[in-house]
């Protein structure tokens, strides 16, 4: 009996796989998720550009004699012993005994010859500086300039101590706030990757309803071994997009591209994450796309499917963040609700993964979400057959809502 309702899911595997891998649209399936990413990346690009030219503050300095000369030698000084941005410093006048200098007049211009992007000004003296700018930057720069200031009064270059360096690799604070990270990353891909893909789940059954294809089908084979044989078919179709995808991106990191940040290494080391990361997106896609596939089945139409595609992603996005939310709380019944519960588990084991060395919890974990997609699919068909194909045993509609076949005759 077992062999027989896999041989049949194989065959609509193998059928469905093959329609959609070698249809005319599956490019644009495999290059559609690609032109976000280049036009993100031209876009960072662009704008990092943009920021480097626009964002480039600068604080003038107007007070009398060579005190201004001395701010901005005291802030050579000091800059690259400071944490953070230290604007650059200009000269804008050397101001004589009694002489003025408005400094609201300037910053209200397009700026000065030599500084035009003056964000700041300091007038005054050393000993009693006076910042004029907007109250975001004089919050910002108001430290910074008493100490330079002061630097700069202090009547001579001063000696900084030698600070002896004492570098440990990590804290242990440290690393588990880096191991969270990782395991934070590795939930938000497998949430994109599976809200890419397994949406297409939703439609699959439509054009066959609508062809009569499907009454033919579910006259030859199991309800249930053609739900798995769909469902594994997608799977399949996109395990290719991934790898396309993840081909072209190898490609473009040997061509030179910025890469991702690094991550702190997995608790279970970096092979094993990639194997359980793999793991853990088939058991998600099989079943969020199970029970997407049994939500689909009950659509007639193109726009019923379009009308579910809102709840869907809604469903999507609040196991995501069930799951990121236990992540933030180890050892409570949040954490662990999160990794008994069907649709969240991958995404919880696949966080533990990344932050506990152990092992066997995994492989639990494996075997229990691979059982709930064999119920989903069971329930999902024999709701199906129910429900859409209309066939069953009649016992079941008997009763109160119908009569026997006798007192109809009679």
């Not at 050397?94 to 211009?109: H, K, M, Q």
């Not at 300039?145 to 440290?174: C, H, M, N, Y």
């Not at 499907?214 to 078919?233: C, N, R, Y």
């Not at 066939?391 to 007192?407: D, E, I, M």
Request: hydrophobic share 55%; proline share 6%.
């Amino acid at each position: 009996m077992l062999r027989n309702h896999l041989a049949a899911a194989w065959v609509i595997m193998r059928r469905d796989f093959c329609a959609v891998i070698f249809s005319k649209t599956f490019i644009f399936f495999l290059i559609g998720p690609l032109f976000p990413v280049f036009i993100g990346a031209m876009a960072a690009a662009v704008g990092s550009q943009v920021s480097r030219d626009i964002d480039n503050p600068v604080i003038g300095v107007a007070m009398p004699a060579q005190q201004g000369d001395s701010l901005v030698a005291a802030r050579g000084s000091l800059a690259p012993k400071m944490a953070g941005f230290v604007p650059e410093y200009t000269v804008l006048a050397r101001l004589a005994p009694g002489e003025t200098f408005d400094a609201r007049t300037v910053l209200a211009s397009k700026g000065v010859k030599g500084a035009p992007q003056l964000a700041a000004v300091v007038t005054g003296t050393l000993d009693k500086p006076v910042l004029t700018g907007s109250s975001e930057r004089v919050d910002q720069w108001r430290g910074q300039i008493a100490l330079i200031a002061a630097e700069a009064g202090s009547g001579g270059p001063r000696t900084f101590p030698e600070v002896t360096e004492d570098k440990i690799a990590t804290t242990a604070a440290k690393q588990h706030v880096d191991l969270a990270v990782t395991a934070q990353a590795g939930q938000v891909l497998l949430f994109l990757l599976t809200m890419l893909l397994a949406g297409m789940v939703l439609s699959n059954l439509v054009e066959e309803k609508a062809n009569k294809i499907i009454e033919v089908l579910a006259a030859s084979i199991p309800m249930d071994a053609l739900f798995l044989g769909k469902l594994f078919a997608m799977l399949a179709v996109s395990l290719v997009g991934i790898a396309v995808w993840g081909s072209v991106y190898g490609l473009l990191m040997l061509g030179g591209m910025k890469s991702i940040p690094l991550l702190a290494t997995p608790a279970v080391g970096w092979p094993l994450f990639c194997v359980l990361g793999f793991l853990y997106f088939a058991m998600a896609y099989l079943l969020l796309g199970s029970l997407f596939l049994s939500i689909g089945g009950m659509a007639t139409t193109v726009r019923e499917v379009q009308t579910l595609s809102m709840p869907v992603t809604m469903m999507q996005l609040m196991v995501f963040f069930f799951a990121s939310y236990a992540l933030a709380r180890p050892g409570t019944w949040i954490e662990t609700a999160s990794q008994v519960f069907p649709v969240s588990s991958p995404f919880a084991m696949l966080a533990q993964a990344a932050q506990s060395p152990v092992l066997w919890p995994h492989l639990i974990a494996l075997v229990y979400q691979a059982v709930w997609v064999g119920v989903i699919i069971r329930v999902g068909a024999q709701l199906f057959r129910r429900t859409v194909m209309k066939s069953g045993p009649a016992r079941g509609r008997r009763g109160w809502f119908r009569r026997p076949v006798g007192a109809q005759a009679r």
